[in-house]
Each structure stands twice: as structure tokens, then as C-alpha cells.
């Protein structure tokens, strides 16, 4: 199951990145589809063909993403209020094929009845075609283009504030373990792990877009240290400070064409199927009178 309908098909989102695995409602303006906030009935964060969405599921999806280790901060809860809309969308337009009585919804628990209605609506409706060898070669050429000479495993705490940040690194020098640092101060999901990242290779001088989805102040910070060093100041990643420790380096080993070749093609369906189950949402939403 593609990261997408992953996203959809479950009520408690839980990963950081949610944002970017939901489909954008977009409305072009003046566009019926899209009435005025202003028309919300109380304790409703949205309306769809007269359903509302009320304000608890958003505040308990929100609760259970910053459990996880996102910031409840308002860029998050519009990811996840179009996310309730496009689920919203979804179940209707299962219900309205009748996908709701199939027997493995009635056989699911009462909780579950929704998820598992849209989710045999995605799969019965949506059919990406199947990437080509042309493609999986392409993406594999263009992966090992982007690989340096060494590859890093990296170590990060995430707070707010660069006061935070600072705190952290001092109790760094002090002799604090940084997986127990990271695990009291960070707010990425990551903490669990004390921080712990994949390995990552990038060539290195660091160039801008070129850092395999490091963060390019990141990926510097990471390239100039020694193995087992913290870096000496805080680095500044969009809304967040960063403090960056090099757990381990080691020589890039770049793996075949054969060994991998099924993984990008695994990789390269569920991005398809994510642009068709978004274009599904687009077209639904299209039709439909949402109010938010």
C-alpha cells in the first residue's frame, strides 16, 4: 500500500511527513466548489456535500501526529484538515458504489468499517500503470549521480528555538549521551531512535538540491565532521534548529543495477499510485460543494 492511501485509509495520521503524502484541494477562484470558511457551522473544521467534519477529528489526529513528533503548528493542521476532506470524499464516493456493504467491511471492527470501505474503493478504482524498465533504469542512473564518495550515518536532535539547541550541544560537551539528549529534547520522530538516521550519501563540496533529501545546511554540517564529533553550533533548517552528530562514515558502496532493480520498482508504483489516487481526490473534489 502506496504512503497515500496509507495516509487516507487511516484515522490517527502518524508520521511527521504527512503533510506531503496528502493530496492539495485546490479550487480555482470564484469556483462553487469552494465556499467561505465564514459558512461553518459551529465545532466544524469543514463541510463536504453537507457532512460536516467536526473540530474533535482534527484536534485528535493532531494530538496523535505530535505525539509522534510533529509540532502541532498551523501549516500541519490545514495538511491535515484537506487530509480529512479528501478521506471525507473518498468515503462517500465508496458508499455511493456500495462499497460499504461488502463483507470484509462488515466484518471489520466499527472503527475500522470507513478505512477499510475506501480502501477497497482505491484498490478496485484506481490502477496506475506499471513502471517500465526504461524508468526504473532512469531513476537508478539518477540516484547513483547524486552519490558521493562516502556515505554517512548520521545523528540529529530537532527542537524549536535555538536556545534549545545550544542547551543540547552543552550538555553534549558535558558528557551527556546524545541518544538520551535526543530522546528528552527532540521533536522529530527520530527521537525513539536517539536520533538515529539512515545512511545518506551526497558528493560533497555540498550542493544545494543535490543532498539526497538532507537538508542542505544539514548535509554540511554533517560532511565537515569527524566520526563520533557534535557539531559546534546549531544549524538553522527551515522553522527548526538542528544539532548534528556524525555517528559513523564509510566508503560508498554502490549496489547493482540486479540488486535493486525491484526496490525502485516498488518505489516508483507507489508514487504513481499516489498521483492517481490524488488526481481521484482532484476530480471528486471537482464536483463537489466543500466548505472550509
Known sequence: MSNLIRTLCVTAFTSVAVSTALPTL???????????????????????????????????????????????????????????????????????????????????????????????????????????????????????????????????????????????????????????LARQYSVAPSKANGGQMPWVSFKTPVVDGKTRGVPTEVAQAISQLQVGGVAPQPVKSGDAWVVVKLQDKRPMKVQSYAEVKEEIRRQLKAESLDAAVNQRVQALASRATIVR
Not at 26 to 37: F, L
Not at 73 to 78: D, H, I, S, Y
Not at 120 to 136: D, G, K, M, S
Open 26 to 180: 485546490t479550487h480555482a477562484a470564484g469556483e462553487p466548489s469552494a465556499a467561505s470558511s465564514s459558512a461553518l457551522p459551529a465545532g466544524a473544521i469543514a463541510v463536504v456535500n453537507g457532512v460536516a467534519i467536526p473540530q474533535s477529528a482534527l484536534d485528535e489526529i493532531a494530538r496523535k501526529v505530535a505525539a509522534n513528533g510533529a509540532p502541532d503548528a498551523p501549516q500541519l493542521r490545514v495538511a491535515l484538515r484537506d487530509g480529512l476532506i479528501a478521506r471525507e470524499l473518498l468515503r462517500q464516493q465508496a458508499v455511493h458504489d456500495h462499497f460499504d456493504t461488502r463483507p470484509e467491511v462488515a466484518q471489520a471492527a466499527e472503527g475500522e468499517k470507513t478505512d477499510v470501505a475506501v480502501r477497497a474503493w482505491l484498490e478496485a478504482n484506481v490502477h496506475p500503470a506499471e513502471p517500465t524498465e526504461r524508468q526504473i533504469k532512469a531513476r537508478y542512473d539518477a540516484v547513483n549521480a547524486e552519490l558521493g564518495q562516502n556515505e554517512f550515518k548520521p545523528q540529529l536532535i530537532v527542537v524549536a528555538d535555538q536556545a534549545a539547541a545550544q542547551n543540547v550541544i552543552a550538555q553534549s560537551k558535558a558528557g551527556q549521551a546524545f541518544d538520551a
